[in-house]
């Protein structure tokens, strides 16, 4: 059995001591971290980014079958996507959480451990935050800082009317994970005798979706391909929504129509498999799945000998006038029309 430490033993400032004890600020803009009434960042010339988001136990996670390790992971992860969304280079992030007295001082090392190891793998600092109770459960609110060069900050409003879509690694998986997941536990909910049984399906072969469900990965090493193959996009977001819903949102604030070629979506084969054993069409997931933390950006045409050159990045088709609306074109050539369905984001 692990241990169980309740909260209360070591109290709230006592357990955020005990949480961030190991923090040490790696970033030259920040100034000061966790330990004062504020966190002192000093950015100079550049332009800052922040970005925000909330999480409620419930709606945004399922604990019966999200570990918190991976909970904290993710969490940190999704904010750092948006900063590398904007072509940022994320630097500090905080963290608030509310708990309930369900939590021990082990649960909450686990999510920390969780947020570190993301923050690390991105080199952010985490330099404050605030601690509550809540008794309903787990609520965590995260915001992280980043800076961009003045000038080089990527827009949803850029593209041009002729310009490429192009989109990082491949959709629909983190999707199917869930899918997966939500399977698992209804089974599990249903069997007559498992009191007392931790959650413990078997998800051989299906490794790589519950990955990119539990432990999703900002693109920072795409930012850096573009940065170092000299290509600045003209208009940039993250895929959190699904890949139809953003591309709406990039043709609308842009003010251009699109044709996005359905053959050349990247699908893992992992992700196909799962959708045919679903019944599910696989594009249909592809399209309309949510939490891929992919990137999808519009190069001019001049960058496309340059951009087919970039690892892990496929070109889906062109930016178009408005007047000729936004189509999914098939293999066999019909144009259908894109709707974003909306994706219940489980993040
Ligand atoms: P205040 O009374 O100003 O809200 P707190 O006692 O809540 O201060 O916080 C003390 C310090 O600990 C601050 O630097 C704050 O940013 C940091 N902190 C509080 N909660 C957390 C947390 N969950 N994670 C990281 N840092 C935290
Ligand atoms: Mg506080």
Partial sequence: MKDSTPIAS??????IDHLTKDITPVNSST???????CAVLEYNDRQ????????MEGVHFDLTYVPLKHLGYKSAMVNISDIYAMNGTPRQMTVSIALSKR??????????????????????????????????????????IGECEKGKAVFRSGAGQNDLICVSGNLGAAYMGLQLLEREKAVFNSQPHNDGQPFSPDFSGKEYLLERQLKPEARGDIIKQLREAGIQPTAMMDISDGLSSELMHLCKQSGTGCSVYQERIPID????VMAEELGMDVYTCALNGGEDYELLFTVPLTDHDKVIGLKDVKLIGHMTRPELGRHLVTGSGQEIELKAQGWQSNL
Avoid: N, W
């Fill in 103 to 144: 939590f021990s001082v082990e649960d909450m090392e686990e999510f920390y451990s969780g947020l570190q190891l993301a923050c690390q793998r991105h080199g952010v600092d985490l330099v404050g935050g605030d601690t509550t109770s809540s008794l309903t459960g787990l609520a965590i609110s995260i915001t992280c």
């Fill in 10 to 15: 070591l109290g709230e400032f006592g357990l």
């Fill in 48 to 55: 800052v980014l922040v970005t925000t988001d909330m999480l």
């Fill in 269 to 272: 084969y992992q992700t196909a």
């Fill in 31 to 37: 100034v000061k971290g966790v330990g004062d009434d």
